[in-house]
């Protein structure tokens, strides 16, 4: 090992990437050989980057082999570290070494987040970007120098000198109600059903509990308590809504549909109750006053019937009545003499 280290420094001055040979020396304690593979560890999908034949580059292949070894290595130590303890124990104390929260914290403490390749504008939407690149390190890793080699750095570099096994193992976290706050700032239903209770061949009780969010049956699993398969199935729904998309869109879909159920359903009720009100709504009285409206809109004028009025004989009226002649009017004055001596 320290044979190979020396020959990898006298060859540094030559290297295309001897910063980030450098930094990935600080990180694992041994130059790394294959360098792309690790550049593909540290490259996050929000670059866009693609290879030659167009298919993109980036740390999520990676990152899930890292995860699988990352299991098995954290899993060999806490095996040998509690000897006599039981698999829920183990299972549990893996589980909080592993979990994102951690990995985290640990790839930030170490300097990994400073050489992620992003767009630089998601890292902060992305609290698990971090995390995610020290699992894909890990493949990485395994890929470039082995498993043991791996082994090594995890309990050297990370377990011996950054996280104490025994306060992780015996610190309560409590999955459950992390679950159940997730699913209350979400809005959704959540459930425990108990699926199965039974005792095991000493004669100690199981029970197997599954959690259900918005009608959609997730994880399930088995413990000695109820409460200890409660946190066992809400742990594991917790890593498959931050690890599986699909899963994800599944519970927010399920949602909206029982949103929009129960949006309808209550829009029919409210017709339902108007609708009776209607049937037993009592007789107006008759309107003080009323206006009549004809197709145009408009208000129809009222019709006044005139009284009948007596006829007048205008046969003798004349519009322009002639002057009387002058023997007309010397007749006249004759007629008159006459008749006053009479």
């Not at 299991?71 to 095996?79: K, M, Q, R, S």
């Not at 082994?151 to 109600?177: C, G, H, P, W």
């Not at 009592?282 to 206006?291: I, R």
Request: net charge neutral; proline share 3%; with cysteine.
């Amino acid at each position: 090992m320290l044979n190979s280290n020396f020959i990898d420094k006298i060859k540094l001055p030559f290297r295309k990437e001897k910063e980030l040979y450098l930094s990935l020396y600080t990180i694992l304690g041994f130059y790394p050989r294959n360098i792309e593979l690790y550049q593909m560890a540290l490259s996050h999908k929000s670059i866009h980057f693609k290879n030659k034949k167009g298919k993109p580059v980036n740390n999520e292949r990676l990152e899930f082999l890292g995860d699988a070894i990352l299991d098995a290595i954290v899993g060999d130590i806490v095996y040998k570290h509690f000897p006599g303890k039981r698999e829920g124990f183990l299972t549990n104390t893996r589980s909080k070494l592993v979990q994102r929260e951690t990995l985290n914290k640990i790839a930030q403490e170490i300097g990994l987040s400073r050489l992620i390749y992003s767009s630089g504008r998601n890292f902060s939407h992305n609290s698990y970007m971090a995390g995610n690149a020290f699992e894909a390190l890990i493949g990485a890793l395994y890929l470039d120098r082995g498993y043991n080699l791996c082994m090594r750095f995890m309990q050297e570099k990370i377990l011996k000198k950054m996280v104490n096994i025994d306060t992780v193992a015996y610190k309560e976290v409590n999955f459950k109600s992390r679950l159940i706050e997730w699913a209350q700032k979400n809005k959704m239903n959540i459930a425990f059903n108990l699926l199965e209770q039974k005792k095991d061949e000493e004669g100690n009780p199981v029970f197997k509990y599954c959690v259900v969010i918005e009608g959609i049956k997730c994880n399930s699993a088995s413990g000695f308590s109820k409460k200890e398969s409660q946190q066992l199935a809400s742990e594991e729904t917790l890593e498959c809504i931050k690890k599986n998309t699909r899963f994800s869109t599944a519970l927010f879909e399920a949602k909206k549909k029982r949103l929009e159920a129960e949006q309808n359903q209550e829009t029919a009720q409210e017709q339902t109750t108007e609708n009776n009100e209607n049937n037993t709504q009592p007789a107006q009285d008759e309107p003080l006053e009323s206006t009549v409206i004809t197709t145009n809109g408009k208000p129809k004028e009222e019709v006044v019937e005139m009284k009948e009025i007596e006829e007048f004989d205008l046969s003798d009226i004349t519009a322009n009545p002639k002057e009387p002649t002058q023997e007309e009017i010397i007749a006249a004055a004759e007629e008159a003499a006459f008749a006053g001596k009479e």
